[in-house]
């Protein structure tokens, strides 16, 4: 398929389908006019890459990634590098609780003070 068919079954860019392959994500072969194909399993290695992405991976881990995945190849250093990454965003996942709370209470007394015009509370207080 070309790359727009593969942008519109994927939703992704055109532009980001050619990131993709800079970043060995993805490959494509080319026509004699230089325009790009890809094989059906594309669409759901897109998807994949995606999925990775969401979860915070960088390029190059996904890069090193895809291959094994994909191809089912898992060898105990996948997992454990699969497991660093996990608790990587377990440790992400449990900042970002923390920082949702301290914002909680700046809205507290935010909330205190605009109803009350007395001074906001310090964090400890609210």
Known sequence: ????????????????????????LLTSERSHSGQRHYAEDAVE??????????????????AELTPRVIEGQATPELVQRLVVE???????????????????????????????RAPCPSGAEA
């Open 45 to 62: 290695r897109i998807h994949l890459i995606r999925r990775l992405y969401a979860a915070g991976l960088s390029s190059r881990t996904i």
């Open 86 to 116: 996990r608790d990587d965003l377990d440790q992400r996942i449990a900042d970002l609780v923390q920082t949702r709370a301290e914002l909680e209470s700046v809205i507290s007394g935010a909330s205190f003070n605009l109803h009350t």
């Open 1 to 24: 398929m070309r790359i727009g068919e593969l942008a519109r079954r994927t939703g992704v860019t055109t532009r980001a389908l050619r990131y993709y392959e800079q970043q060995n």
